[in-house]
């Protein structure tokens, strides 16, 4: 797969946005080694591209919850089941997917249910927003029937020889393109679905709390405890 040059644009001019906003139900999945970024971008995205979006934060701790701004605190809800959002359209934060979906065959029942869920999520225009730091952690039923986007930012390559085969050439290249760019005090993202070289401020309402949602959190017999 080749990667075309960097697509610089308006903000009004943003093909992957435009994208996600005409389509009912998506996942978007960003990919990253752990501190560089992802839940940031992606409450980032949630505030600025999405600010009349019903939110919804999977096994999210109350901590966190209470630590998003009141903008989006009052649009939120932690859910722990499919059937507490079905009825509306919800813009669904899966935070550190690998915690809940490594594998079909690790995941206890509830997430079991979760992953066939998501093959009629289309149903119920839902869209997704998941992080994960490499694409092997990431239960496949993840991907196999909604519409796919991702943001990749550069990785080490020995953690980019470790993406699903079918990614590691598109990283390798994503890593060669973003190393060839002058530095900046945001962090470069490229969507290969859209072609679209991304460089994205920080979010000024990020807080430890957000940061490191699951701080504390332990994890017994594919549970999480202490949230």
């Given at each position: ?91 669904v934060f899966l935070d550190d997917t690998a915690l809940h979906f490594l ?44 519409d796919q986007f991702s943001l990749r930012c550069r990785m080490t390559d ?70």
């Amino acid at each position: 797969m080749t990667i075309s040059p960097p697509r610089w644009f308006l903000l009004s001019d943003i093909i992957l946005r435009d994208e996600l906003h005409n389509r009912p139900s998506w996942v978007l999945s960003f990919y990253g080694a752990g501190g560089s970024g992802k839940t940031t971008l992606g409450l980032f995205l949630m505030d600025k591209w999405f600010p009349d979006d019903e939110l919804a934060f999977f096994r999210y701790p109350p901590k966190a919850m209470a630590s998003l701004p009141d903008r989006m605190r009052r649009r939120s809800k932690s859910f722990t089941r499919m059937d507490q959002i079905i009825g509306s359209p919800h813009l669904v934060f899966l935070d550190d997917t690998a915690l809940h979906f490594l594998s079909r065959q690790t995941s206890n029942k509830d997430n079991q249910d979760l992953v066939k869920q998501l093959t009629i999520a289309r149903h119920n225009d839902q869209r997704f927003l998941i992080t994960a730091q490499n694409s092997i952690l990431v239960d496949k039923g993840l991907f196999e029937s909604l519409d796919q986007f991702s943001l990749r930012c550069r990785m080490t390559d020995f953690q980019a020889r470790t993406e699903r085969p079918e990614f590691i050439d598109i990283q390798l290249k994503v890593n060669d393109l973003i190393a060839s760019l002058p530095e900046t005090n945001g962090r470069y993202w490229y969507c290969m679905e859209s072609g679209e070289l991304f460089c994205f401020p920080g979010w000024p309402d990020m807080n430890e709390s957000l940061s490191k949602p699951y701080q504390g959190v332990v994890v017994s017999n594919g549970q999480l405890e202490r949230l």
